[in-house]
C-alpha cells in the first residue's frame, strides 16, 4: 500500500466534499461571501420570469435616418424602462430593423409591454383646442420643487418650441395650457406668465413622485418611428420558478441514477466515475457562475442530458479496461492501454456534439442558444474529468494495490 | 452471447423503414404540428390552479372571437392551453382573454406564460432553422469524410439519416409541436449518434488491424458490434436515465423538448448498432465483388 497515495487521494475526496458543500449551501469567511450555486448561476428570463420581446420599426429600408432613428427610439424605450424602476432590462438593436428588448424578472409583463408600445404623442394644447407644440419641441423635462416645496416639473424648449410657446402663453395668460398624452390630459397648468426663455414649469402635482413621472413621460416623449411587436415572450414568475424547481428536481433524481447505474455496474472504478460526476457537475456550476452564461430551461435541459453523455467516456474507458483485464493483462497493463485504446473514440466522438453545438450557438435564437452553451460547456467539461481525472484517480488507487480484479468489474 | 447483427439486418432496418413509413402516413394524412416559433400565432398558458371545466375557457376564447385550441395541460391538469392563430388584432385579443380569465379565476399576473410569434418572424425562424440544419450537417460530413474511409462515412450518414426521420415519425405521430426546440433536438440527436457510430467503427477499424483480411466483413462488423454493445447500450442508459427524468418531471415546454430528445436517443443507439455497420459490411462485399469481377 503506497501511504503517499492514499494521503493524495484522501485529500481529493475531502476537497469534492467541501468544495461541494460550499456549492450546495455558500460560505461566509469575514468579509468574503460566495454564494450557493443556484443563487450565483444567472437565470434566463425562461426560468425567473420576464419578457422577451422583438420590436421592428416601420421604416424605409434605404432611409438615411434609419439608424438614428432606431439609436433614439431604444433611448426613448429605455428612458420608459428607467421611470419604471426596470434598470435590469436590455434594450438593444438586433439586425438593422429591430429592437430587442429582455426584461427579467418582473411580475406583470403585461402592464411593462404597454408601457413600452405607447406611441407616446405628447402635445401642449391651448383652450382652443390647437396643438401649440410636441414632444418634438421639448429639449428636457426635470423634477424639483418651487414654490413652498411644491413639486414641479422643470422643462426646457428647443429654440424653434420656445418661440412658439411664448406666442401661445402670451395669448393664454390666465387660461390653462393642456399637456395631453396620447391625447389622455396629464396635466392641465394655468399659465401664469409670458413664458419666452424656453423654460418653464409645471406646477400642481401632488407629490416629487408624480413629478418625476411626468417628467420622464415628458422628456422620452414620442417614440420617433412607429414599432410593430412581431415576436413577445411572456413568463410568469410563478411558472418560471416552477420550471427551475421541476428541472432541479429531475437532474437531482437523474444524477442518483446514474451514480447507482456506474456503482453497481462498474464497481471500484465506477466509484471513481461517480467522484468524476461530481467534479464534473461542480466545474459545469463554476463555469455559468462565473462565465454568467444565463441558464434557459433548455439550457438546464441540456445540463442534466450532459450528465447523463458525461459518463460515455469513463464507460469507453472501463469497457476497455475489462477486456484488457480479460485477455489477461495484468491489471496495471489494462488500465493504461485501456485508457490509451479509449482515447481516439472519446474525441471523436465528443467533437461532433461541439460542432452541433456550436451550430446552434451561433444560428440559434434565445433559449435555444443558452442549451447550446450548456451543452457546449458540458461536452468540455465531460472530456476533462473523464480523460484527466478519472485517470489520476485511478492511478492512485491502483497504488492502493487492491489486486482484487473483482472490484475491477472482471 | 453473440448477435449477428449483419445476417440479421434485414429485420431490423424493415423495423425502422415501418416505423418512418408509419410517421410519413401520419404526417401525409393528419398533418404536422406546426409549432408557434415557425407558423406565427399565439400560446397562452396559464396555470389556473385548481380543477376547471375546459368549456368555460372555450367559452371565453369564443366570446373574443378567435378560433382557438383550448386543452388541459400540466401534471394535477389544472393548467390551460390556448394556441391562437395569428390574426389581425390579435394582441388586443390576447389582452382581453388574460383578463377575463383573471377575472373568472382570480389569477394574478405571474400565471401566464405567453409567446407571440408574428408570421414574418416565424418565416425567419423556419430558414434560421434549416440553415443550422444544413451547416451542422455539412460540418460533420466533413469531419466523417476526413475520420473515415468513403464507405464508413456513407454508412455513418445513413445512420443519421434514420435518426432525424424515426425523430419526424415520432413528432407525427405524437403531434408534438415542431419548433426551434425540436430543432435543437435533432441537431443534439445527429451529434451523439454519429458520436455512437463513431465508437463501433473505431472498433472495427482496431479489428480490421488486428486480424486483416482473416476474417470476412460480416465477421468483423459483428464481432466489433458486439465488443462495443455493452459501451453503447450504457451510456445511451444513463443519458436515457436524465433525460427521461427532465421528461416526467418536466414542465410542458420542457417535455416537448425531451420527448424527441428520448426517441433519438434511441433511434441513435439502435442505428449505430443495427444499421450503420451492416450496411458497412454489405458495401464492402459488394465493392470487392466488383473490383474482383473487373478484374476477371
Same mark, same amino acid.
Given at each position: 500500500?503506497?501511504?503517499?497515495? %492514499?494521503?493524495?487521494?484522501?485529500? @481529493?475526496?475531502?476537497? @469534492?466534499?467541501? %468544495?461541494?458543500?460550499?456549492?450546495?449551501?455558500? %460560505?461566509?469567511?469575514?468579509?468574503?461571501?460566495?454564494?450557493?450555486?443556484?443563487?450565483?448561476?444567472?437565470?434566463?428570463?425562461?426560468?425567473?420570469?420576464?419578457?422577451?420581446?422583438?420590436?421592428?420599426?416601420?421604416?424605409?429600408?434605404?432611409?438615411?435616418?434609419?439608424?438614428?432613428?432606431i439609436e433614439s427610439a431604444i433611448q426613448v424605450m429605455r428612458n420608459r424602462l428607467d421611470q419604471a424602476n426596470q434598470y435590469e432590462a436590455t434594450v438593444a438593436p438586433q439586425g438593422d430593423n429591430r429592437i430587442r428588448v429582455e426584461i427579467p424578472g418582473i411580475k406583470d409583463p403585461q402592464q411593462l409591454m404597454e408601457i413600452l408600445g405607447k406611441p407616446a404623442?405628447?402635445?401642449?394644447?391651448?383652450p382652443e383646442g390647437n396643438v401649440v407644440i410636441t414632444g418634438q419641441d421639448i429639449k428636457s423635462a426635470k423634477p424639483g420643487f418651487g414654490e413652498k416645496q411644491m413639486p414641479v416639473v422643470n422643462f426646457e424648449l428647443l429654440p424653434e418650441g420656445a418661440k412658439k410657446f411664448a406666442d401661445a402663453t402670451a395669448k393664454n395668460i390666465g387660461k390653462a395650457i393642456t399637456i395631453t398624452l396620447d391625447k389622455e390630459i396629464i396635466s392641465s397648468p394655468i399659465v401664469e406668465s409670458v413664458i419666452s426663455g424656453g423654460k418653464g414649469v409645471i406646477t400642481g402635482m401632488k407629490s416629487i413622485e408624480e413629478a418625476r413621472q411626468l417628467a420622464n413621460l415628458i422628456q422620452s416623449g414620442a417614440l420617433p418611428v412607429e414599432l410593430e411587436q412581431i415576436e413577445i415572450r411572456t413568463i410568469g414568475a410563478t411558472l418560471g420558478a416552477n420550471a427551475l424547481q421541476k428541472g432541479i428536481q429531475a437532474g437531482i433524481i437523474g444524477s442518483i441514477f446514474v451514480l447507482l447505474f456506474m456503482l453497481v455496474y462498474y464497481r471500484l472504478p465506477g466509484l471513481v466515475a461517480d467522484l468524476a460526476l461530481i467534479v464534473y457537475i461542480l466545474i459545469t456550476g463554476i463555469v455559468l457562475v462565473t462565465t454568467k452564461v444565463a441558464l434557459t430551461l433548455p439550457g438546464l435541459a441540456g445540463v442534466i442530458l450532459s450528465i447523463g453523455m458525461a459518463v460515455d467516456?469513463?464507460?469507453?474507458?472501463?469497457?476497455?479496461?475489462?477486456?484488457?483485464?480479460?485477455?489477461?493483462?495484468?491489471?496495471?497493463?489494462?488500465?493504461?492501454?485501456?485508457?490509451?485504446?479509449?482515447?481516439?473514440?472519446? %474525441?471523436?466522438?465528443?467533437?461532433?456534439? @461541439?460542432?452541433?453545438?456550436?451550430?446552434?450557438?451561433?444560428?440559434?435564437?434565445?433559449? @435555444?442558444?443558452?442549451f447550446a452553451k450548456t451543452l457546449f460547456i458540458g461536452v468540455l467539461a465531460s472530456m476533462f474529468t473523464a480523460i484527466f481525472f478519472t485517470r489520476y484517480i485511478i492511478r492512485l488507487v491502483m497504488d492502493l494495490n487492491l489486486q482484487n480484479r473483482k472490484l475491477y468489474g472482471a | 452471447m453473440k448477435i449477428k447483427f449483419v445476417e440479421t439486418s434485414k429485420i431490423w432496418i424493415t423495423i425502422s423503414v415501418v416505423v418512418i413509413l408509419l410517421g410519413i402516413g401520419f404526417a401525409v394524412f393528419r398533418g404536422l404540428n406546426i409549432g408557434i416559433d415557425f407558423s406565427g400565432g399565439s400560446l397562452?398558458?396559464?396555470?389556473?390552479?385548481?380543477?376547471?371545466?375546459?368549456?368555460?375557457?372555450?367559452?371565453?376564447?369564443?366570446?373574443?372571437?378567435?378560433s382557438a385550441d383550448v386543452i388541459k395541460a400540466g401534471d394535477a391538469q389544472q393548467d390551460v392551453i390556448i394556441r391562437m392563430q395569428d390574426t389581425e388584432g390579435l394582441l388586443?385579443?390576447?389582452?382581453?382573454?388574460?383578463?377575463?380569465?383573471?377575472?373568472?379565476?382570480?389569477?394574478?399576473?405571474?400565471?401566464?406564460?405567453?409567446?407571440?410569434?408574428?408570421?414574418?418572424?416565424?418565416?425567419?425562424?423556419?430558414?434560421?432553422?434549416?440553415?443550422?440544419?444544413?451547416?451542422?450537417?455539412?460540418?460533420?460530413?466533413a469531419y466523417i469524410w476526413f475520420r473515415f474511409e468513403l464507405l464508413t462515412g456513407a454508412a455513418a450518414i445513413v445512420a443519421l439519416f434514420h435518426d432525424i426521420l424515426v425523430m419526424f415519425a415520432a413528432v407525427a405521430i405524437l403531434r408534438v409541436p415542431i419548433n426551434s426546440s425540436f430543432v435543437a433536438a435533432l441537431l443534439t440527436i445527429v451529434g451523439y449518434s454519429i458520436n455512437n457510430t463513431i465508437v463501433v467503427f473505431d472498433r472495427v477499424r482496431e479489428n480490421r488491424k488486428r486480424f486483416g483480411k482473416k476474417i470476412s466483413n460480416s465477421e468483423l462488423v459483428n464481432k466489433s458490434i458486439n465488443e462495443s454493445i455493452a459501451r453503447s447500450i450504457n451510456t445511451s442508459l444513463t443519458t436515457l436515465f436524465t433525460i427521461t427524468m427532465v421528461y416526467i418531471l418536466g414542465v410542458e415546454s420542457v417535455k416537448e423538448f425531451a420527448l424527441p430528445l428520448i426517441v433519438g436517443l434511441i433511434a441513435g443507439t439502435y442505428s449505430s448498432l443495427f444499421i450503420a455497420g451492416p450496411l458497412w459490411a454489405w458495401w464492402s462485399d459488394l465493392s470487392v465483388r466488383e473490383k474482383a469481377s473487373a478484374a476477371k
Open positions: 500500500m503506497n501511504f503517499k497515495s %492514499l494521503v493524495k487521494l484522501v485529500l @481529493i475526496i475531502c476537497i @469534492i466534499a467541501v %468544495l461541494s458543500f460550499i456549492a450546495l449551501n455558500g %460560505l461566509e469567511i469575514g468579509i468574503y461571501k460566495v454564494v450557493p450555486m443556484k443563487d450565483g448561476i444567472v437565470l434566463g428570463l425562461d426560468l425567473q420570469g420576464g419578457l422577451y420581446s422583438i420590436y421592428e420599426a416601420k421604416v424605409e429600408p434605404n432611409d438615411p435616418d434609419k439608424s438614428s432613428k404623442v405628447l402635445e401642449f394644447v391651448d467516456a469513463n464507460v469507453i474507458i472501463f469497457e476497455r479496461i475489462k477486456e484488457e483485464l480479460k485477455a489477461g493483462k495484468t491489471l496495471r497493463a489494462s488500465v493504461d492501454s485501456g485508457f490509451h485504446k479509449a482515447f481516439g473514440a472519446i %474525441l471523436d466522438s465528443n467533437i461532433t456534439t @461541439i460542432i452541433a453545438a456550436l451550430v446552434l450557438w451561433y444560428l440559434g435564437t434565445g433559449p @435555444i442558444q443558452g | 397562452l398558458y396559464a396555470n389556473i390552479g385548481k380543477d376547471y371545466n375546459v368549456e368555460d375557457i372555450r367559452e371565453i376564447v369564443a366570446k373574443n372571437g378567435i388586443d385579443i390576447q389582452k382581453q382573454i388574460i383578463s377575463d380569465l383573471q377575472e373568472k379565476y382570480n389569477l394574478t399576473a405571474d400565471q401566464f406564460n405567453i409567446d407571440t410569434v408574428g408570421a414574418t418572424i416565424g418565416g425567419e425562424l423556419v430558414k434560421n432553422a434549416l440553415m443550422s440544419l444544413a451547416i451542422a450537417f455539412i460540418l460533420m460530413l
